[in-house]
């Protein structure tokens, strides 16, 4: 059966709580009020951009990295935007106050192991924003939580204090040694599998990361869900532009819609030597 749109999902007009720069991103907190009881880690947003006159008629994707419920506020949600395009940049260029027309929650989300397992939580650049409201969730399910963040430079690493708070160890990598250890993020996964005796691991960032992560975890019992973002023109299932090669158990290949059959995805599944290609 062909998997459908997040049922949850509804287009709201919420307000911006709060803009605050983090390195190289800025950290953009939005009321969306009792929505955010039905939004989970791995979920997405679609968020229209320019303002009522903008010719930019594409909505944006964004990953919510967390959600909480302020006193003050109510329901809030934290997105972690990277000023790249123009869309980007006038979202992040949005005062306290400013209204936003978003579509919220999309996508699936992450698997939660039913017992308490190792994981291991993978992120390259603004794609930890989303591991962190993962890891809050994994540690009340009793799991062992250890973290790799990389990017290319310490701006581009997103790693909040709170956020270490449900995370037993984090280790971050700079592929310019500004920040941590000089190296890519994939360094030390295949040692941390078997120190560790990692279940599961959880990731999200640039496709090649995650290519390169299901290619450690190929042929071992690891579990590797990732979150993939590949460009999505209209984010709700309709244009076809997200879809990605994804072998099913008989080895079938179908085009799957990363926004809505994603963005997390089985990485042993994904034909990432395909992606990008006609097959
Ligand atoms: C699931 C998901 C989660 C994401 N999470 C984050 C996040 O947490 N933080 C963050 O900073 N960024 C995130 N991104 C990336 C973010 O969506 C882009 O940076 C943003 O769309 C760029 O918009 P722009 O206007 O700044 O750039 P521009 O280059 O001006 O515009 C890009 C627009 O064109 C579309 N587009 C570009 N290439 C294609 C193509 N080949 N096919 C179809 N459409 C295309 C894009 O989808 C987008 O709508 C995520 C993307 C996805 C898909
Ligand atoms: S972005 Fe249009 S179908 Fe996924």
Redesign the pocket.
């Known amino acids: 059966m062909m998997a459908e749109i997040n049922r949850n999902a509804t287009q709201i007009n919420a307000t911006i709580v709060g803009n605050k720069r983090v390195g190289q991103y800025h950290q953009l907190i939005i009321n969306i009020g009792e929505i955010s009881n039905v939004c989970k880690p791995g979920n997405f947003v679609a968020i229209n951009v320019g303002g009522e006159t903008s010719k930019m008629i594409l909505r944006r994707a964004f990953a919510i990295s967390r959600v909480s419920n302020n006193s003050t506020f109510g329901g809030t949600m934290e997105l972690i935007v990277a000023p790249f395009g123009q869309g980007s940049r006038w979202l992040c260029s949005q005062s306290e106050g400013a209204v936003l027309d978003i579509v919220v929650p999309l996508g699936n989300a992450f698997g939660i192991p039913t017992t308490p397992v190792a994981v291991l939580l993978v992120g390259g650049g603004y794609g930890s924003a989303p591991l962190f409201g993962l890891a809050e969730v994994l540690n009340a399910r009793g799991c062992r939580v250890d973290m790799l963040l990389g990017a290319s430079t310490a701006g581009k690493i997103y790693a909040p204090m709170e956020g270490k708070r449900s995370v037993n160890s984090l280790r971050i990598f700079t592929e310019d040694g500004s920040m941590g250890q000089l190296g890519r993020v994939t360094d030390p996964i295949a040692t941390l599998i078997e120190d560790l005796n990692i279940a599961v691991i959880y990731s999200c960032g640039p496709m090649a990361m995650l290519a390169a992560i299901s290619e450690i975890t190929q042929g071992t019992d690891v579990v590797h869900q990732c979150a993939v973002e590949e460009s999505?023109?209209?984010?709700?299932?309709?244009?076809?532009?997200?879809v990605l090669p994804v072998a099913d158990e008989l080895g079938a290949v179908s085009m799957l819609?990363?926004?809505?059959e994603g963005p997390v995805m089985d990485g042993a599944n994904v034909l990432w030597k395909r992606v990008g290609k006609v097959i």
Do not use: L
């Not at 999505?232 to 997200?242: D, E, K, L, R």
């Open positions: 999505m023109a209209c984010g709700i299932g309709i244009c076809m532009t997200c819609r990363s926004c809505i």
